[in-house]
């Protein structure tokens, strides 16, 4: 629930392939709707189709960034004839039935233990699991997004941090949006299309093995775990990843 602007390029992806980039309901370009309930992740599964219909294009190239997997995965459960391939990139699929505990992304920090910052994040994040985390807390838990705490990682995190629509966040996850993941997940595991489970060796929200689970659930799954990255693998490395991309994307149309 934050416009697709945090994608900015895709770490130089759109001087590969063209990209067409969805703000999803309520936000960037896109209107909110009067009742927060169409924000629900399932029913804006809608809009990906609306957008399909109205570029002309039989079949499409999707990807999803973590929460966005499940509107992915949404999508592709309602109409699989319509996807051409999926990228899942850090993804989620609470859809399909698979959550990732939050006791995984205490894994992840102990891979940070080398970190400058780690003394400080560490009870940050303690906090935040007990639910007694405060702003300066989640800012700091930033630096867990990703590989490198540079500039170029900074600049994201704060441009985040200025989109997060808390509410709308809360209304993309209101009760029933998982509600049909056993039969979301027999679509999904005859779908004919391949899929790229990317994730990054960093991360917590999904640990790699976790993310090889989902590429599991498909016919034509495959996963790929980039070195040296966290949550947003095109900031933290983009070559690796416009590199994994684009390699998965040609072998997708041949």
Not at 12 to 19: D, P, Q, S, T, V
Not at 41 to 55: F, G, K, N, S, T
Not at 201 to 222: H, I, K, N
């Amino acid at each position: 629930m934050m416009p697709s602007a945090y994608f900015g390029d895709l770490g130089g992806l759109a001087g590969r392939r063209e990209l067409v980039l969805l703000d999803p309901r309520g936000t960037g370009d896109s209107a909110r709707p009067a009742d927060p309930a169409g924000s629900r992740v399932d029913r804006q599964a809608e809009d990906i189709e609306a957008l399909r219909a109205a570029l002309g294009l039989e079949r499409m190239d999707l990807l999803g960034h973590s929460a966005a997997g499940d509107l992915v995965l949404a999508y592709a459960a309602r109409y699989p004839e319509r996807v051409r391939s999926l990228v899942l990139v850090c993804a989620r699929a609470r859809t399909a039935g698979i959550d990732f505990p939050v006791e995984r992304r205490r894994e992840a920090l102990e891979l940070r233990r080398n970190e400058p910052w780690y003394e400080e994040v560490g009870p940050a994040f303690e906090r935040a699991v007990s639910g007694k985390a405060d702003d300066a807390d989640f800012d700091l838990l930033d630096r867990l997004s990703y590989g490198r705490w540079d500039a170029a990682a900074q600049a994201h995190a704060a441009a985040c941090a200025a989109w997060f629509d808390e509410g709308a966040a809360a209304a993309y996850l209101a009760p029933g949006a998982f509600g049909g993941a056993e039969a979301a997940r027999a679509v999904l595991a005859a779908l004919d299309a391949p899929v790229l489970v990317l994730s990054g060796a960093l991360d917590g929200s999904p640990r790699p093995d976790s993310a090889a689970e989902v590429a599991g659930l498909f016919p034509r799954g495959e996963h790929v775990v980039q070195a040296g990255a966290a949550h947003n693998p095109w900031v933290d490395g983009p070559d690796d990843f416009v590199r994994t991309v684009t390699g998965f994307l040609a072998r997708a149309d041949r």
